[in-house]
Structures are given as C-alpha cells and as structure tokens.
C-alpha cells in the first residue's frame, strides 16, 4: 500500500448505481452485468496493453450509502458500439491497495482489505469518498494485476 497524488483524467465507459448491500445477492446486483457488457464488447476493441478502470463517484454517504460506478478505458474505441459515457477522475491524494490473480475473487479481496484497513483504530488516513477507482492490467483471467485507489483526506 502506498500514497500517490495523480493528476486528474477521464474514463469512456458503461455506468450504474448501486450500493454494496444490493450486490449481496444476484437479485439485486448490478456490477455482474456492467463488467460482462464491458468485457463483451468494450475490452475486445482496446488494445492487449489497455488498462481497464472501475471508477466510484457520486457517493451518498460512505461504503454503506449509494454510489455511481463507471466501467471502461481511457480511451475510446472507434468501433465500439455502445453508448459510453465520460467521467472525470478528479485530481488527488490516492492510497493505492494492490494485488494479483483470478478475477473477480482477487478484486473482492482487495475491497475487504480496504474495508478492513478504514476500520482499523490506528489508520492513518481518512477516506475522501469523492472518487475511487480500480485499474486492471492484463487479460489472462487468473493472473490479472488490479491496484484499487483510495481518495483520501
């Protein structure tokens, strides 16, 4: 885990709103669905190398309360035929949460570390919950590399 600042940048994707309780159950989840339409028929028109980003916005209150996930690239694909629209990840202080392996097991993982990690009495940031955002490299499904960013206070 590690603190970096970036610079703010856009992502072209799919979106949805949802909250951590409705993706508890098939039912009600909405995320299965975003990420199968955007590794369907967004990933396979990026290039091998593309970075593929989850981005959390529009939070009503913290990891309990709603929000806005995007799902996509930061580019947009001249044959891709879906709707896409495009968000921007604000400039900030992010605390950077890593690992590797099979999707979506790892990625859960991660999020319970991170979860984890906030609970703890003596963490030494606070989250922002502005703006998070995953980023996924490669395309070999057990050995995909995800680094999870944080906006912190």
């Known amino acids: 885990m590690q603190t970096i600042h970036l610079p703010s940048f856009q992502i072209f994707g799919l979106q949805?709103?949802?909250c951590n309780?409705?993706?508890q159950?098939?039912?009600t989840a909405r995320l299965p669905l975003l990420w199968h339409d955007v590794h369907t028929e967004l990933v396979p028109e990026l290039p091998p190398e593309a970075a593929v980003y989850g981005v959390y916005a529009g939070y009503e209150s913290d990891q309990d309360g709603a929000y806005t996930v995007t799902a996509g690239a930061d580019q947009k694909p001249e044959k891709c035929t879906l709707d896409l629209v495009e968000v921007t990840v604000p400039e900030g202080n992010y605390l950077v949460f890593t690992a590797k392996g099979k999707?979506?097991?790892t990625v859960i993982r991660v999020w319970l570390d991170i979860w984890d990690y906030f609970k703890r009495d003596d963490t030494q940031f606070a989250r922002a919950y502005t703006c998070d955002f995953e980023v996924y490299r490669?395309?070999?499904e057990t050995a995909i590399e995800v680094a999870v960013h944080i906006a912190v206070k």
């Open 103 to 105: 999707m979506p097991e």
């Open 21 to 23: 309780a409705d993706e």
């Open 138 to 140: 490669g395309r070999v």
């Open 25 to 27: 159950t098939l039912k």
């Open 16 to 18: 949805t709103r949802t």
